[in-house]
């Protein structure tokens, strides 16, 4: 089957009552038939049910579409992306171990290689996603694993993931990517090589900023890790948000191509502008990275970046005379979403670590929503020009 049929017609067997839809299992526990079957149950001679924490009948329907539209063997959900993030690195690493890691990743994906894992002497080098020939003289006998976000968030850092992926099969590497951006739909990078495929389902497979969650895809022996860490440490996804997200997982086709076309559109219509230093968006022909993104992704994805001309105080001018679009610090939304990095998604890292992938004072992040993009183009255009004059007035 395709992508969209996948998405939409892989179902929980249905119930005697029949249901075309399924319901939500919105239970914490689950009764056992006998005291044999609860024996061989946790002595997991087979598969089942058992307590909400370690599996649900809408968190393993969520899991197996996840599986089959990224291609791999299996998949386990989680509470939120960052759970997933994390479940993806701590229980396939131990004291001594070392990471190496694109720089220019989610702040707080950042902050756990920086400030976490080393407080169990596990250490990461970041290195930056336009370097190539430096990923490798940074792999160390210890080095255990390779991880990066493509396109990174915000900077949109495309990375090749044919070539990482046999960087990390010439060392015997685990190759983890965050797919968060491109979602299973744009970019499979278990095509190219990938074991493990982190997402936060919060953003474009949830699409329209309900609920919170995210999911790890991959090779069967390294999920079977995860999967027992979580159901020892708890981040489980809780039944109701599990039902939401493979309800999502339906419309996720039909929405990013809207995202697309929009998001290129706006792209296209704001390269060339006087009052934008830079639009960088993985389709668009001036991106560094535009062969590669052609190469491996379907299309550019959801996401835009605008550098404001006049630095930070004229972005914080731009960015209030906004009138339809959301401020918030989410993205992937039906509504299109403003967000200055600088002061919120990486606002814990140093200057220095800000300015080292591209995330300067007057850079705002544009999740593009599903609107008319006239209507986003409007709302931009007259923020621009009133936060000109206010500039100019200043």
Known sequence: MNFETRAIRTQLDRTQHREHSAPVYNTSGFIFEDAEQMRALFAEEYEGHMYSR???????????????????EDAFATASGMAAVFASLAPLLQNGDHIV???ALFGASVTILTKILPRYGITATLVHPEQPEAWEKAIRPNTKMLFLETPSNPGLAVIDLAWAGELARKHGLIFNVDNCFA???LQQPAHYGADLITHSATKFIDGQGRVLGGVVAGR???IAEVRKFCRATGPSMAPFNAWVLSKSLETLAVRMDRHCDNALRIAEHFQDHPEVERVNYPFLPSHPQYDIARRQMKAGGGIITL?????????????DARQMISLSANLGDTRTIITHPAFSTHSKLSEEERQAIGILPGLVRLSVGLEHPNDIIADLEQALEKSKVASEVR
């Open 307 to 319: 550098t404001v001309r006049g630095g930070l105080e004229r972005c914080r001018q731009f960015i």
């Open 220 to 222: 069967k022996d390294l």
């Open 183 to 185: 979602t299973p739909y």
């Open 101 to 103: 890691a694109s720089s």
């Open 54 to 72: 370690y599996s649900n009948p809408n968190s393993s329907e969520f899991e197996e579409k996840i599986k089959l539209l990224e291609g791999v």
